[in-house]
C-alpha cells in the first residue's frame, strides 16, 4: 500500500505561479517514477508530467515550458512547479505511482486560475 497526499492548491491569478507538493508512504520512494495528473469538470483524467526513477521528465503539450516536475528522494516528495498559469489550468489536480499490479492517487489538490 502507498499512501500519497498533495498540497499547494489554490486560487491564483492568470500568470501566477503555484507548487504542489506530493508526499508519498512507504520505502523506496527513489525506484519508482510518478506523475501528476489532472481533471477539469466534465472533462476526462489527463496526464501533465511524469518524472522517472532516473529523472527523465515528460510533459504535455500543453504544460510544456511552463510546469516544471521534480522529486525529493530523501523526502519522499514529488513537486509540480506551475508558472504563467492560465484559466484552462483550473482543475484538481492528482499525484499517482505504480507498483506491480495496481495503481495509487492521491486525494487531489484544487488549483483555480481566475482574476
Known amino acids: 500500500q502507498v499512501q500519497l497526499v498533495e498540497s499547494g492548491g489554490g486560487l491564483v491569478q492568470p500568470g501566477g505561479s503555484l507548487r504542489l507538493s506530493c508526499v508519498a508512504s512507504g520505502s523506496n520512494f527513489r525506484l519508482y517514477a510518478m506523475a501528476w495528473y489532472r481533471q477539469a469538470p466534465g472533462n476526462q483524467r489527463e496526464l501533465v508530467a511524469s518524472?522517472?526513477?532516473?529523472?527523465?521528465?515528460n510533459y504535455d503539450d500543453s504544460v510544456k515550458g511552463r510546469f516544471t516536475i521534480s522529486r525529493d528522494n530523501a523526502k519522499n516528495t514529488v513537486y509540480l512547479q506551475m508558472n504563467s498559469l492560465k484559466p484552462e489550468d483550473t482543475a484538481v489536480y492528482y499525484c499517482?505511482?505504480?507498483?506491480?499490479?495496481?495503481?495509487?492517487w492521491g486525494q487531489g489538490t484544487q488549483v483555480t486560475v481566475s482574476s
Open positions: 518524472i522517472g526513477r532516473s529523472g527523465t521528465t
Open positions: 499517482k505511482t505504480s507498483r506491480v499490479g495496481a495503481d495509487y
